[in-house]
């Protein structure tokens, strides 16, 4: 059977599947996309394939980031994946035609056109953060599997949050987010470790990302500073939900300087951090969140994110997670490992893990000697697509999944709302709301 059918087939299965009807069967496609070292068996099996037998990718947002993901499946199909980029979609034509040139793939305006296309199997966003969300709804409800960018949403869309997670769950459609760092596997060894005991009960954890430089905010390249809204340039589309302004250049280029469309290093760049140790802490969203922080070396005229932040999470059964951050020095501490260069240090009642090199190190408290454990395999980015399409074809869950991703954006609404208001953020579950 040809991949595609197969792969279309097992998704109208795994639809069954989640209404408890059908046991999602692993076929084909599953074969094909199981190990990269079975590329070369797979590459020969891919060359008797044509284009239109293999898995389409749509990615939504041809900037920097949506290169990337069109640079990694492309790596992938070389590698033996049966995978092609189907189609692309931006809102401004000239990112979206030069895309669609190289990819010899189908190109949209609107995420609908690329979400109805039917050569389009699983999406990939690379959007501005506040329109993730509903690109994930939209996506899903066609019946997508969605790997989707961090952070998930903007700082003040909880609601689309909430829904976007609800949407995902229903629809049983696989969902990674962008949070390559995940393909680390200390950090899925050491929330083994937890789960075993080796620390006792886990109560305390520090993590950060640390840089110098704007380059992610007003360092973004201005492609064209003359650009007008218009036919070749969808503002309204840009905007989503955020605040209506006539077309402005830089805010549609250099989104990131604006509060509208983006959190500065609490969205950014703290998915990267809070993410791995979330999951190794396994411990929920937090009850409590303050924070502080501001522009304390990039006041530069335009820019209304903070450079700097800091923010106390507070979990349910006594937790309590630091994660630290500013973009005035990068120190990488000593045995750095995972973004941002500060490695995560778990504490608990009878120990600690940290990560030094290619070890996890368990101190057990009091004078027993540390216990080392060797760390199987490191960050692979390219991985984190792979794995995302593994689990496209099984059904099985991905790596940075809908659940953890929940539990690490409500923590930073809560640290950003808390930031705004000068005030603790309080999530009560029972209401799903976050109050300051
Ligand atoms: N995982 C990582 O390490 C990583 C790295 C960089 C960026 N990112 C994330 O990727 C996302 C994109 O960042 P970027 O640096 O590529 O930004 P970018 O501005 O370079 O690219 C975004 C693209 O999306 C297009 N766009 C805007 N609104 C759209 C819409 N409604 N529909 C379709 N296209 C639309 C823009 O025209 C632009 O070409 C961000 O959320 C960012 O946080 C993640």
């Excluded at 979400?115 to 993730?132: K, Q, R």
């Excluded at 997508?144 to 609800?166: G, M, N």
């Excluded at 003359?226 to 006539?246: E, I, M, S, T, V």
Aim: aromatic fraction near 8%; charged fraction near 20%.
């Amino acid at each position: 059977m040809m991949v595609r059918m197969a792969y279309v087939q097992r998704r109208s299965q795994r639809k069954d599947a989640t209404m408890n009807t059908v046991k999602t069967p692993r076929r084909s496609f599953l074969r094909a996309t199981a190990a990269l070292s079975a590329a070369a068996a797979a590459a020969s099996h891919l060359r008797a394939a044509g284009a239109n037998d293999r898995l389409g990718v749509g990615v939504i947002g041809c900037g920097g980031r949506g290169g990337s993901h069109m640079y990694a499946y492309a790596q992938l199909a070389q590698r033996g994946v049966n995978v092609r980029i189907a189609a692309v979609c931006d809102v401004y034509k000239p990112r979206l035609a030069r895309a669609a040139d190289a990819h010899k793939a189908a190109a949209y305006m609107r995420h609908e056109d690329l979400l109805a296309d039917p050569g389009v199997d699983v999406v990939s966003i690379a959007t501005p953060d506040h329109v993730h969300g509903v690109q994930t709804i939209d996506a899903v409800r066609a019946k997508k599997d969605v790997y989707c960018e961090k952070p998930f949403t903007h700082w003040r869309q909880f609601e689309v949050t909430k829904r976007a997670i609800e949407e995902v769950k229903k629809s049983g459609r696989a969902f990674q987010l962008g949070t390559q760092g995940m393909s680390d596997r200390a950090w899925h060894q050491a929330a083994a470790l937890i789960k075993e005991g080796a620390i006792g009960k886990p109560i305390h954890a520090e993590c950060g990302y640390f840089r110098v430089g704007d380059w992610g905010e007003r360092g973004m390249p201005v492609d064209d500073p003359n650009a007008q809204a218009g036919p070749d340039l969808d503002w309204k589309a840009f905007l989503g939900d955020a605040p209506a302004r006539p077309f402005d250049a830089s805010r549609f280029f250099r989104w990131r300087m604006y509060a509208d469309y983006s959190g500065g290093p609490v969205t950014d760049l703290f998915p990267h951090s809070l993410t791995p140790v979330a999951h190794m802490l396994g411990a929920g969203a937090p009850a409590k969140a303050v924070a502080v922080g501001g522009k304390h070396r990039y006041d530069l005229e335009g820019r209304e994110i903070p450079d700097t932040f800091n923010m106390l999470l507070e979990y349910p059964g006594g937790i309590t997670v630091a994660v630290l951050g500013t973009q005035a020095n990068d120190y990488q501490g000593t045995g750095a490992r995972g973004a941002g260069g500060r490695s995560p240090v778990i504490r608990g009642w009878e120990g600690t893990i940290t990560f030094e090199g290619a070890e996890i190190w368990v101190r057990p408290l009091g004078n027993k000697p540390p216990r080392k454990v060797p760390i199987t395999a490191g960050e692979d980015w390219i991985q984190h697509f792979h794995n995302f399409l593994e689990c496209c074809a099984s059904g099985k869950t991905p790596q940075s999944p809908a659940d953890l991703c929940f539990n690490v954006q409500t923590a930073l609404h809560m640290g950003m709302l808390a930031l705004q208001a000068d005030r603790t953020a309080r999530y009560d579950p029972e209401k799903a709301a976050i109050a300051t």
